[in-house]
Structure formats: C-alpha cells, structure tokens
C-alpha cells in the first residue's frame, strides 16, 4: 500500500473516529453538535474520491501489466471485475467489466484506453443523484445500514413534538454510539493506527451515506 493511499485512509479513518466520539467539549458554544457531525462526515468528501483515485490507478496499473505479460486466467479477471465493482458507478462498471474475460482475449491498448476514460465513483457522486438514478445495489446497501443502525427509530423519536434540544442530544449520543458498535462488529477501524481494504469501502461509504441522510433530514 502506497504512503499516499494510506494518508488517505487515515484521513477517512479519523473523520469517521470523531463523529463517533463526539463529546460536548470540543465544541464552543456558537457551534451546534448536529451541524459538527454532520461537517465531521462531509470532510470525508475529499480523501475518499483520492482513495478511491489511488486505488483505481493502482489497480488499472497492475491489469494492463499483467495483460501485457501474456494471457490472464479467468479466475484473475473474476478478482479484478470484484475490484472494480467497488471503484465504478454502475454504467462505467459494466461497460469495463463486459471485457475482462479470458475468452476472446482482451487486448492489452484496447483496455487502457477504456480505463483512461473513467473516473472512481464516491457515495457523494452517488447521493447527489435524484432516487430513481441511483444504483439499486447502493440503494439496497445504505437501507441496510438505515435498519442496522436503528435510524429509523431515532427518526421517529425526532418526529414526536416538540423537537426540543435535550431530544436532539439524546439522539446524537444514540446515534454515535450505534454507529461505533456496528463498526466493532464488522471490524471497520476507528483508530488511526488501522486501515482498512478495498472490501470495506462500500459499506465505510453507506455508514456515511445513511447518517448523513438522517442528519440532513432532521437538522
């Protein structure tokens, strides 16, 4: 792993530590605890599309080495098809993946010139898309994470009358903390010394995703 693409994910790392471990004396009293958090996830924004850059240049990289080097087996296209499903939107996905098969044998310029075109996909690029665009699979992951992370029942705690301050309080220590144990059990790291691998993106980007939701909705 590349020094820059671990400064990256102890970037991502760190915002999603201090929403978790949000405390009422790091902020002053001109600051408002719903918008810090909601600021703690949206500074995720900018080392999670250069992640996902880095990993997407180093994967490409490593394809076209391997293609250049002879014929690639199948079950490596199947590797590199499962990567790329978690760098790409669904329609750069799909017009990638249609050729890493080992029959017809793809050739090697034919494929970088495809990869030179395409551009990582975020949750950010994905949540500013109106509903019906989204990709079903990313709508499915963050309704998962809604229920994993009892968002809707916090929603209808803030949806009794009136909304008052100790509510909103309640439900952010409720909700950090549901947030803190759902990655305990799925091992996504909240310390700077972890990180973590290409196989936990997609669910790293629905944590912020579905809170974000919820903090956008109710602030």
């Not at 010394?193 to 579905?210: Q, S, Y």
Request: glycine content about 4%; proline content about 5%.
């Amino acid at each position: 792993m590349s020094e820059a693409t671990t400064s990256h994910q102890l970037v991502i790392v760190a915002r999603l530590a201090e929403f978790c471990q949000w405390r009422g004396s790091h902020l002053t009293r001109e600051r408002d605890p719903w918008l810090y958090m909601r600021d703690k996830l949206l500074q995720i924004e900018e080392p999670l599309a250069a992640l996902k850059t880095e990993l997407f240049q180093k994967t490409s990289r490593q394809l076209l080495r391997e293609l250049k080097a002879g014929p690639v087996a199948e079950e490596r296209f199947a590797d590199y098809r499962t990567l790329y499903e978690k760098l790409l939107s669904r329609g750069d996905f799909a017009d990638l993946a249609i050729h890493l098969s080992a029959e017809p044998r793809p050739d090697a310029a034919w494929i970088e010139g495809i990869v030179r075109k395409l551009q990582p996909n975020t949750l950010f690029v994905e949540e500013r898309k109106h509903v019906s665009e989204r990709s079903p699979s990313w709508e499915k992951l963050v309704g998962e994470l809604t229920q994993r992370l009892r968002l809707d029942v916090l929603g209808k705690i803030l949806s009794r009358k009136p909304r008052t301050p100790r509510r909103k309080r309640y439900v952010l220590r409720r909700l950090r903390a549901d947030v803190a144990e759902y990655c305990t059990v799925v091992h996504v790291p909240l310390d700077s010394g972890d990180t973590f691998t290409p196989f936990m993106l997609p669910r790293v980007e629905a944590i912020v995703a579905a809170n974000l939701r919820f903090l956008n909705k109710y602030r």
